[in-house]
């Protein structure tokens, strides 16, 4: 059983060694690959000099193309399950392997690390350094509105919509490598994933608040970012099934 | 002096010499500048034809101004000025629709040529470390045993 773990990475010189190095810690067996999504600082060369592959987008293409050239990676280069971080530190690769551990236990197709659902207990001998993620309140508001409309469109309930600490199987890998929107990637997959009858579950986790730069959502931006997320969801619902997803 | 005739005043269409000579020029040199953009490469033949049309169209207009009272009739518009705004105005927002449809499908395929060519480059890495590695083997097994072995 191989299994890959990419890491999306978009000017993260900084922080990316210290997550790599996180990864093959906790997550022993994985290869790593980072998919650089047009870096115009040195991500890709510090991500090589750590000994990692990397897939360097020629130009910046967004979060969404990035994820999706894992999957593609993965499906081609055969990987049995796959798992994806941030690449800023906000995702401890403790809490990664633990999503990881669900498909491959296969108690589920695509996993979701979830922020927001109930903490279990606390991990043994898991202590990652730095502050518990918390919400601004812009971003509850959006967190909210996403969590109300994907739980109506697809009758399950999930917390964290827009989490990019995902594990997944082939079945996963094959139909998010055909299908993956550029624009709103996260909520949009998920609604696909329980569209085509895939088996999408969450797994509460612990992220950290995020070390260096700022969230991009203004409350203008959010509110536009909502207003997309409705369209999205609402057109979503219509779209074709694909034959693809076979079980 | 010239009795000019304005369109607003008669029942029918009728526009003035001046005008239609000016409408069938402006027609005909769109249509040049199509064509001299399609012979300079700017601009590909497939997305050249709905220009061509509107360029007839003008110069249909142009040569029988009856026309556009006609289609004011087939639409039951009083004005033909409406007629004509309407028409022009649905044509433009269907080009623009066309547009996008073409741009979205476009961004895709640059989308998978970048995440194409990004799978390329981990694959170049790879072969790259192989090489190294089996390269840095060879010069240690010459030291013991045989030459390189240029099939291993």
Redesign the interface.
Same mark, same amino acid.
């Given at each position: 059983m191989r299994t890959l773990v990419f890491i999306p990475a978009w000017n993260e010189a900084a922080s990316l060694e210290a997550v790599i190095a996180d990864v093959r810690t906790h997550i022993e067996g994985a290869d790593i690959?980072v998919?650089?999504d047009?870096s115009t600082d040195s991500t890709a060369e510090r991500a &090589?000099a750590a000994g990692v592959?990397? +897939?360097?987008?020629?130009?910046n293409?967004g979060l969404g +193309?990035a994820l999706?050239?894992g999957y593609?990676?993965a499906l &081609?280069e055969g990987y049995d399950f796959c798992a994806h971080l941030d690449a800023d530190g906000q995702h401890p690769a403790s809490e990664v392997a633990r999503v990881l551990a669900e498909v491959q236990a296969d108690r589920a197709d695509l996993v979701i690390g979830s922020r927001y659902a109930k903490q279990t207990e606390p991990l043994p001998g898991v202590a990652p350094q730095g502050e518990d993620y918390k919400a601004t309140l812009t971003r509850r508001i959006g967190i909210n509105v996403f969590r109300l409309l994907l739980t109506l469109a697809t009758r399950q309930r999930f917390t964290d919509t827009t989490s990019s600490m995902r594990a997944a199987n082939r079945r996963v890998m094959k139909l998010f490598s055909e299908n993956y929107s550029?624009d709103f990637a996260e909520i949009e997959s998920l609604q696909l994933a329980v569209r085509e009858g895939l088996r999408v579950k969450e797994v509460p986790v612990r992220m950290l608040e995020r070390t260096g730069g700022s969230s991009f959502l203004t409350p203008v931006r959010s509110a536009f970012f909502i207003f997309k997320g409705l369209v999205v969801i609402l057109v979503g619902q219509f779209k074709p099934r694909h034959a693809g997803a076979e079980r | 002096m010239i009795p000019t005739v304005l369109a607003a005043q008669a029942d029918k269409v009728s526009l003035t010499a001046q005008t239609r000579i000016i409408a069938a020029a402006l027609a005909i040199l769109f249509m040049l500048l199509i064509l001299d953009l399609i012979r300079r490469d700017r601009l590909q033949e497939r997305y050249s034809v709905i220009w061509f049309v509107a360029g007839l169209a003008m110069l249909a207009g142009a040569a029988f101004p009856g026309l556009l009272g006609l289609v004011a009739d087939l639409m039951g518009v009083r004005d033909t000025n409406v007629a004509l705004f309407s028409i022009v105005l649905l044509l433009l927002l269907g080009l623009a629709l066309n547009f996008s449809v073409i741009m979205s499908r476009q #961004? *895709?395929q640059?989308?998978r040529l *970048? =995440?194409e $060519? #990004?799978?390329e $480059? #981990?694959h170049e =890495? *790879?072969a790259r470390d192989d090489l190294e590695r089996r390269l840095n083997g060879t010069t240690r097994a010459e030291d013991t045993a045989t030459g390189p072995n240029p099939d291993a």
């Open positions: 690959l998919v650089d047009g &090589r592959l990397v +897939a360097s987008m020629p130009f293409q +193309a999706q050239t593609l990676w &081609r550029p | #961004a *895709a640059i989308t *970048a =995440q $060519r #990004a799978m $480059r #981990a =890495q *790879a």
